[in-house]
């Protein structure tokens, strides 16, 4: 059953086979699979459960629903928005439902660099497969590529750049462009409709929402219970507290919040090497009405300058088709004045993608006094050449497709309206706050390795000298582990419930 925190007013205390903090693409994955193994199984979510009939597709109620802080998390010195969901489901739930699953040669990489070789190409691959086939994964048909995704690969062709349609686990997508704030329609095959569900069913699966972890009891080498608040859902006040005793217990918090869980056991390494893969949005205007935000918001992009290679991992970058809501919209871009007035009155006629830019492990989550996240992560130079080719290319790509102006995500651009505008690129400063950021894909900070020094997990996803504490999700990762972590993830979770059955 799904049970919320209105129905536990005075707290719980209870026992469990297997303690699963975190509903998302690694919790519950975990969770069916290990329901369904017979084991039994206690979720515990901090957000709410939204079903579809609940998702009024209102920016203004379903952002405080659906993420974290309302949408509103952001790094140390407010440079880039980090966006997760915070729902019965986790960001499976609000994500662009992009189906992009480890590449081998990144696979490889983590052998040579850190040690990460239990598990052969043909396991991860295994886990691909099962990953997929959980969430009704299948690939985007031309047909219901919005004509915002048909601009974007017509111009890529026009200019030399190859990309193609994305793999989604849609089925029977009724192309609202309403998929950052919920699926009303359930056609989004996410984890709270599929895995969570199969959890449910097997009689052995409990869900508390409305549950806030704060701490994990510990006798020597064991974890020996979870302990948080019920919270009261508008207010986020403290309720009442809860404790579970377990055999065994899951982390699947994300790279931003499992962290914090494990201040005083995850050693040295904890909370470093944070990957945020910052995108920035670019927008155009063109002639006629395109309506961006209406069918598959994602669907379709350009990535003959990414870079995937087992001596360097995931660079390079990619630009992507993308629909947005107009909240979402303001807020993404450094226009104001006439500029802005003139984009939200051609709204219609806009087209847009994000440049997406993988960056190099490097910044790192702590715990504030009052216990939240300090994200502190600075822009690295080799993320920022690429970002500035990426904004080249992106605006050549518009241009050539008829764009009447193409704007940049740079304070103090001007719009670009003729190749000669280009050279602003290169010449405007990136750096925090000069330019929106977004993060949708927060990696690290929990990281997989063979030396407690180095790493928080070992190349089972164990906590280095716990015997019964996995963590299963994007945290774990040593480096960018794919331009969309959902499939990654899901494919940790598999792996990493196959050590325990």
């Given at each position: 059953m799904i049970r919320s925190g209105t129905q536990v007013p005075t707290g719980f205390t209870a026992r469990t086979d297997v303690c699963i903090i975190g509903s998302g693409a690694g919790g519950g994955v975990a969770a069916g699979l290990l329901a369904e193994a017979g084991r039994e199984v206690l979720v515990l979510e901090e957000g709410r459960h939204v079903p579809g009939e609940d998702m009024t597709q209102r920016e203004e109620e379903m952002y405080p629903l659906l993420y974290r802080d309302g949408g509103s998390q952001y790094t140390a010195d407010g440079g880039v928005s980090v966006l997760q969901g915070r729902t019965l489901g986790g960001s499976t739930v609000v994500n662009m439902a992009d189906v992009v699953p480890i590449e081998l040669p990144i696979l490889e990489h983590w052998r040579r660099g850190f040690g990460l070789d239990r598990y052969s190409?043909?396991?991860?691959?295994?886990?691909?497969?099962?990953?997929?086939?959980?969430?009704?994964?299948?690939?985007?048909?031309?047909?219901?590529?919005?004509?915002?995704?048909?601009?974007?690969?017509?111009?890529?062709?026009?200019?030399?750049?190859?990309?193609?349609?994305?793999?989604?686990?849609?089925?029977?997508?009724v192309s609202s462009g309403?998929?950052?704030?919920?699926?009303?329609?359930?056609?989004?095959?996410?984890?709270?409709?599929?895995?969570?569900?199969?959890?449910?069913?097997?009689?052995?699966?409990?869900?508390?929402?409305?549950?806030?972890?704060?701490s994990l009891e510990r006798d020597g080498a064991r974890i020996t219970a979870v302990v948080?608040?019920?919270?009261?859902?508008?207010?986020?006040?403290?309720?009442?507290?809860?404790?579970?005793?377990?055999?065994?217990?899951?982390?699947?918090?994300?790279?931003?919040?499992?962290?914090?869980?494990?201040?005083?056991?995850?050693?040295?390494?904890?909370?470093?090497n944070l990957s945020l893969n910052p995108q920035a949005p670019l927008t155009a205007l063109m002639s006629g009405d395109v309506k961006h935000y209406r069918g598959i918001p994602q669907a379709a992009y350009l990535d003959d300058e990414?870079?995937?290679?087992?001596?360097?991992?995931?660079?390079?970058?990619?630009?992507?088709?993308?629909?947005?809501?107009?909240g979402m919209a303001a807020a993404s871009m450094p226009i104001w004045g006439p500029t802005a007035r003139e984009v939200f009155a051609r709204?219609?006629?806009?087209?847009?993608?994000?440049?997406?830019?993988?960056?190099?492990?490097?910044?790192?989550?702590?715990?504030?006094?009052?216990?939240?996240?300090?994200?502190?992560?600075?822009?690295?130079?080799?993320?920022?050449?690429?970002?500035?080719?990426?904004?080249?290319?992106?605006?050549?790509?518009?241009?050539?497709?008829?764009?009447?102006?193409?704007?940049?995500?740079?304070?103090?651009?001007?719009?670009?309206?003729?190749?000669?505008?280009?050279?602003?690129?290169?010449?405007l400063p990136i750096d925090a706050n000069w330019l929106p950021l977004i993060s949708a894909h927060p990696q690290g900070t929990c990281r997989a390795g063979t030396e407690r020094a180095t790493s928080v997990v070992d190349r089972r996803f164990f906590v280095h000298g716990i015997q019964n504490l996995q963590v299963l999700d994007a945290s774990v990762f040593p480096t960018t582990s794919s331009s969309h972590t959902m499939i990654p993830v899901m494919q940790v979770a598999h792996l990493g419930v196959g050590e325990l059955l």
């Open positions: 190409d043909e396991r991860w691959e295994e886990a691909s497969r099962a990953s997929q086939e959980g969430v009704f994964a299948n690939r985007i048909p031309p047909e219901m590529v919005n004509l915002n995704g048909q601009i974007l690969l017509e111009g890529g062709e026009k200019t030399g750049h190859s990309g193609g349609c994305f793999d989604h686990n849609r089925v029977g997508c309403y998929c950052s704030v919920g699926c009303a329609y359930d056609a989004k095959k996410s984890v709270a409709v599929t895995w969570i569900p199969r959890a449910l069913a097997t009689g052995r699966a409990l869900v508390q929402t409305d549950a806030r972890v704060e948080g608040s019920i919270i009261e859902r508008n207010t986020n006040r403290v309720v009442a507290p809860f404790r579970v005793e377990a055999d065994h217990v899951i982390l699947a918090a994300g790279a931003i919040h499992s962290p914090l869980l494990l201040d005083g056991i995850g050693g040295p390494a904890l909370g470093q990414e870079v995937i290679s087992a001596e360097l991992g995931l660079g390079g970058y990619r630009i992507e088709s993308i629909g947005s809501t107009p709204f219609n006629q806009t087209v847009a993608a994000l440049v997406l830019v993988p960056d190099r492990p490097g910044g790192t989550v702590t715990r504030k006094a009052n216990g939240r996240p300090n994200i502190d992560y600075t822009l690295q130079e080799g993320w920022k050449r690429a970002l500035r080719r990426g904004l080249r290319v992106g605006a050549e790509v518009y241009l050539a497709t008829g764009a009447d102006s193409v704007l940049l995500p740079l304070v103090g651009s001007t719009p670009i309206r003729n190749g000669d505008d280009l050279a602003q690129i290169d010449e």
